[in-house]
């Protein structure tokens, strides 16, 4: 999952930053002495954020040892970018430990990222000297931090919890469904059969049959790059039938007012067992409250389930990204 590798090497120097949040600006350079985890990461990816407890425990364990968590924010999307989106993110989920703003990428790839989330651990003599791709091997990771901090002269302490049963395990089943996007730069189509002309509205028809893993539109939307957005203020929807543990989907609003989105399961409103943290009820039914872009936790089972999940809107400028599964 790495291009290549770079352990072993120097640590590159930060470079295109915008800003930086809960520090002063820090360097590479300026870090000697210390050891130091660079976590890649963007706060729409479902990954990135089932990551972020074990980082926040790491970082409360190590905080006071010559240890820097570093968080390097890299968007997937261009709302990402905004550094007032990421302040935001960053608050939201309390994170404390400093927080690079690399809004164009140029960091991520002078680390030779290509997936979210990812770890370098830097020595306190500047040198690369663990990298990892993806969640998990937070264990792994911890002892390699602690192995680094012996060198520096300051064993550390006791082990965090960050690999035990009190934070969420995640686990992968190979019948998942992968990551859906709906722009036209990574869409693999829509189930409807019909041929849409990007940038321009298409009324989609739902004929009734679903397959798996392959959305199905309903109403006028318009397909852009990275998202489709819908385009009346009569109900439309957007239906797909996935398997996983938990589904997730990553929505804004073009003009950021806030919109209700009605959500069903298998046709009828989410149980209250079966939603996620995201999802509101009253007597009409679920939903979600979009005002901001972000991902939205929509269901969650204890096992893995087949389910269809439908989006219903009548906001003409509701917009969705992409659905993520765990």
């Known amino acids: 999952m790495l291009a290549e590798s770079l352990t072993g090497k120097s640590a590159l120097e930060f470079s295109g930053l915008r800003g930086w949040l809960n520090t002063p600006p820090l360097t590479i350079d300026s870090l000697r002495g210390k050891v130091v985890l660079l976590d890649f990461w963007t706060y729409s990816c479902v990954n990135c954020v089932r990551s972020l407890p074990y980082m926040k425990m790491i970082h409360e364990k190590y905080a006071g040892d010559p240890f820097v968590l570093i968080g390097v924010h890299t968007p997937e999307f261009e709302f990402e970018k905004l550094p007032e989106n990421v302040a935001s993110a960053v608050k939201r989920f309390g994170i404390r430990y400093p927080v690079a703003i690399d809004s164009e990428n140029t960091t991520w790839k002078l680390y030779g990222n290509q997936y979210w989330p990812r770890q370098t651990l830097i020595d306190s003599k500047g040198t690369v000297r663990w990298e990892h791709a993806g969640e998990g091997d937070y264990d792994k990771m911890e002892d390699r931090i602690r192995d680094l901090l012996k060198e520096t002269g300051r064993p550390a302490g006791n082990k965090s919890n960050a690999g035990s049963d009190k934070l969420e395990k995640f686990g992968f089943t190979p ?3 992968s990551e859906i996007y709906m722009g036209t730069l990574r869409s693999q189509g829509f189930g409807n059969g019909q041929v849409s002309v990007p ?7 739902d004929g009734g049959k679903h397959s798996r893993d392959i959305p199905y539109l309903s109403g006028d939307w318009t397909q852009y790059p990275e998202y489709i957005m819908h385009e009346t203020t009569q109900s439309g929807y957007i239906l797909l039938k996935y398997g996983a543990r938990n589904a997730n ?56 389930e087949t389910h269809e999940l439908k989006l219903i809107t009548k906001a003409n400028d509701l917009c969705l990204y992409t659905y993520t599964f765990g």
């Open 249 to 304: 989907a990553v929505l804004g609003v073009a003009d950021m007012k806030e919109v209700r989105v009605d959500i069903e399961l298998d046709e009828k409103p989410i149980e209250k067992g079966k939603a996620g943290a995201d999802v509101q009820r009253d007597s009409i039914g679920s939903f979600l409250l979009v005002a901001e872009n972000r991902l939205y936790d929509i269901a969650r089972t204890r096992a893995f």
């Open 199 to 205: 940038g321009s509205p298409t009324r989609y028809v």
């Open 175 to 177: 019948n998942t469904t």
